[in-house]
């Protein structure tokens, strides 16, 4: 192990993830050139503080002065570094409420869960950092790959894959939803933000209201879900109805593409972080997460004849293909 490297990442961890505190998250990531001025404006902070924190980023190396004085922008390794970032950023912050109070949620999970809950848009952010470098890509070959047009995306958290799905295609439309009002206001924010708004519908309501009503789905050419699914596997007729659902509600020749974790996979470059997954899931959110034959064994249940794997798009995680 690289203990150098280790020191790294927690730092650009940190730094990275006061951005997205502060909001100025998307700024830092779009390539273009900005100012601590803008920082200090858009996230509602005094000038010296938004000054101090570009200093802080350029002095670590994650960003450079540009040519116009007094400007900068994200450096050639930035989303590098911010994909690694994400691991930690979603290991010790997004799930800081469970390590925080491991000893009383492994004492009376039930009763601790109701006081300590995690932040929505924390899980989003940290979410999309590791995403974008490895589930996204694969999902994303997968909905073009199919022609999809209109596609819906369950727990879409900040919404960050169907903007990029909107932004490759102008005729393209989108439909997010998600039970967490912190992650739909994200994704309203960046839609606006990245011109998408017009073709992107945000819905704020649970996955397990698909069983009532599944009109908000209804007619998409492609239905995915991303690491969210595993929310609902432990009530066996709930998951079949929502993929039944979702199945009944995909155009003809339409697909369901879920990337979701199994339990403990034991690939070398995969075992420890699908240890920390498995082991937070089953502990602390009473998810048991299925293992790879028994997620297959799931979609042929709801009645997909045709279903195809992907193996380890990122640590313990698969990405399962099933067409209607």
Known sequence: MNHQSAADVAAV???LQIGA??????VLESGGTFSAAELAELSEIPDRGAAEYVDALAAAGLVTEAETGGRFQASADYADWKHAAGYLSWAMNANGPFIENARDFLVDRDSTAKRHRRD???VAVSSRWIGERTFYPAVIDRVVAAGAQHVADLGAGAAGLLIKLLQQDSARTGLALDISAAACSAAREAAIRDGV?????VVERSIESLIEDADPID???AIVACFVLHDIVRDHALFEGVLRNCRSALAPGGQLIVADAVSYAQGDRERKFSALFTYLHANFMEVQLPSEKEWQDKFHAAGFSQLETLPEVLPGGRVFVATK
Not at 197 to 201: A, C, K, V
Request: hydrophobic fraction near 35%.
């Open 21 to 26: 505190e502060l909001r100025v998250d998307h």
């Open 13 to 15: 961890a940190a730094l």
């Open 120 to 122: 929505g848009r924390r």
């Open 197 to 201: 708004s017009e073709r992107l519908e």
């Open 219 to 221: 007619g998409a050419n």
